[in-house]
């Protein structure tokens, strides 16, 4: 089954725990956490003093996004919160082979994300060393942007090659998901969805999130 990682930069900040207790105790698989630091992307978001409070009341595992110059520095900032995943992005990485490396030391599990333009064989010589490969399906910064169709087709090689390489890596897909398309992602090979405006903005935020787990 499609598992779900609401993105809470589409949560209430000013109820932010009784939004991620909801989330999870709505059945979402993970809690989706995106790191933004005004370089990487024209946007800032949360450092460790609210993502560990996050930690702190969420029952379910936590996905950190990281969108920012200075990876390493990050790595190491959040991995004490021990969350699930960090994923960071293979355009801001002279060395990701060294970082995926570090963050497996660190015991957790390493994902590398893509920007909409970079192809899936940008990490063919890195899927083996992977836990999981975040497609952008918009260009990272921002909630409640437009789905970008062409992550449909890219999924669709990055599932082959995952095949071939390593059938454990999981594919998972940020920005614009919806009931729309959830579908279109299932049947390209997507294992885990972000969906961030779809769940807090539906009336019906359990709802929306087992719509989602196809
Ligand atoms: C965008 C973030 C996404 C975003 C998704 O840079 O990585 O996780 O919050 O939000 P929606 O689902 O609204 O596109
Ligand atoms: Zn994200």
Same mark, same amino acid.
């Given at each position: ?64 996004? @990281? ?117 279109? @992602? ?25 719509? @989602?787990?196809?």
């Amino acid at each position: 089954m499609m598992k779900v990682a609401p993105s809470i930069l589409s949560a209430d900040f000013g109820n932010l725990q009784r939004d991620i207790e909801e989330i999870c105790q709505s059945g979402c698989d993970l809690v989706h956490v995106d790191v933004m630091d005004g370089h990487f992307v024209p946007n800032l978001t949360i450092g460790p003093v609210v993502v560990s409070a996050v930690a702190a009341c969420a029952t379910k595992p936590l996905d950190i996004h @990281l969108m920012v110059e200075n990876n390493t520095f990050f790595v190491e900032l959040f991995a004490p919160l021990k969350p699930e995943y960090i994923s960071f992005h293979i355009e801001e990485e002279k060395h990701p082979h060294r970082l995926i490396q570090k963050i497996r030391s660190l015991g957790i599990k390493p994902a590398i994300v893509l920007n909409p333009h970079t192809p899936p064989e940008a990490i063919e010589y890195l899927l083996q060393d992977l836990d999981m490969v975040l497609l952008m399906s918009v260009n990272p910064g921002f909630g409640g942007q437009i789905f970008i169709d062409s992550v449909i087709k890219k999924a669709s090689c990055l599932n082959e090659m995952r095949n071939r390489l390593n059938p454990d890596c999981l594919i998972e897909v940020d920005g614009g998901v919806n009931d729309q398309n959830i579908q279109l @992602l299932k049947d390209a090979g997507v294992d885990v969805v972000v969906a961030g405006s779809y769940v807090f903005k539906h009336e019906n935020r359990k709802t929306a999130i087992e719509s @989602l787990q196809i």
